[in-house]
């Protein structure tokens, strides 16, 4: 985590005080293709998105268009990446850039809402650092990729949720570092296969040097761990925010129960990717209702 970032970004909930700009006009199109993406390509954040009110909810899913298409962009290797990255880096730094997309939609929600630009900036690294991965020496330079491609993305999504006190703006920035730790988990075997690993080279050396399933119990176990710690520090935080309390711990608690899953197949020696079932995602939703209400 960067705690000197998060220091650095007042109001972090608070409304534009600019009011609508030229910008500001509602793009039916592109908000029916920001649903359809998040349905399409994250079901459990698309299911916690209904529990936002429906002025927020629209912007959280203008938002996680304009991270996954950038996301998208660099995992596909498209030749468009770099390009688009470096246009949006460019509006976070205040330069005069190439309206694409991603520009246009990010001017629109920071007329409506006080985003931090370093915080889409530090984005926009970790896209850069994916464009050209090396791997991380240790667990220091892994929690400062998790920071850029997700604790980025929680602290700005914080914003749109009115999150005004700095602590638990750090707290929305350890639960995005939580859910990265479990994609990198959960996509281990996946990301083998094409030549990627980004578990830390100091904590591979220190549990046997082996990512092979039904030899990695002793790397898993304290990678599981570094993640729960995540969890709990993140969700620490979702009291204070304005809206969305209920949708927050949801979405948690749904990607928790990967990490538990991923535990229950490495315990079992078994590769492959950690898949929630219906039925405990039905239990888990009970239960976050329960313990909610």
């Known amino acids: 985590m960067e705690p000197a ?36 390509k994250a079901t459990t954040f698309a299911i916690a998105c209904r529990l936002l009110p429906k002025a927020i909810r629209d912007d959280v899913y203008r938002l996680y268009l304009v991270f996954r298409t950038l996301d998208d962009l660099v995992d596909d290797a498209d030749p468009r990446g770099p390009a688009r990255v470096a246009a949006v880096r460019g509006w976070a730094r205040g330069e ?39 791997g991380c020496a240790d667990e220091r330079e892994l929690d400062r990729y998790c920071y850029r491609v997700a604790g980025t993305v929680g602290l700005v999504m914080s914003a749109l949720l009115g999150c005004e006190d700095p602590d638990a703006a750090g707290c929305a920035v350890a639960l995005g570092m939580a859910m990265q730790r479990t994609n990198i988990l ?13 578990i830390s080279a100091e904590a591979l050396a220190r549990h046997g040097g082996s990512l092979s399933a039904g030899e990695r119990s002793a790397l898993m176990n304290d990678q599981i761990t570094r993640a729960d710690d995540l969890y709990r ?27 538990r899953e991923i535990e229950r197949r490495d315990r079992a020696g078994l590769g492959g990717r950690a898949v929630v079932s219906g039925r405990r995602k039905a239990a888990v939703a009970a239960r976050v209702l329960l313990t909610t209400v």
Request: aromatic content about 6%; proline content about 4%.
């Open 5 to 40: 970032l998060i220091a650095s970004a007042p109001g972090l909930g608070a409304r534009s005080e600019d009011g609508p700009g030229p910008l500001d006009v509602l793009a039916p199109s592109e908000l029916a293709r920001a649903r359809a993406v998040t349905e399409a």
């Open 96 to 134: 005069p850039v190439a309206v694409t997309e991603e520009v246009a939609s990010l001017s629109r929600l920071a007329q409506r809402y006080v985003i931090s630009r370093r915080a889409v900036e530090d984005f926009c690294l970790g896209m850069e650092q994916d464009l050209d991965w090396r």
């Open 186 to 198: 959960r996509d281990i075997d996946e990301d083998l296969r094409r030549g990627r690993v980004y």
């Open 233 to 259: 520090d993140g969700l620490a935080g979702v009291r204070t925010l304005a809206v969305g309390q209920l949708a927050v711990r949801f979405a948690a608690a749904m990607y928790r129960e990967i990490l």
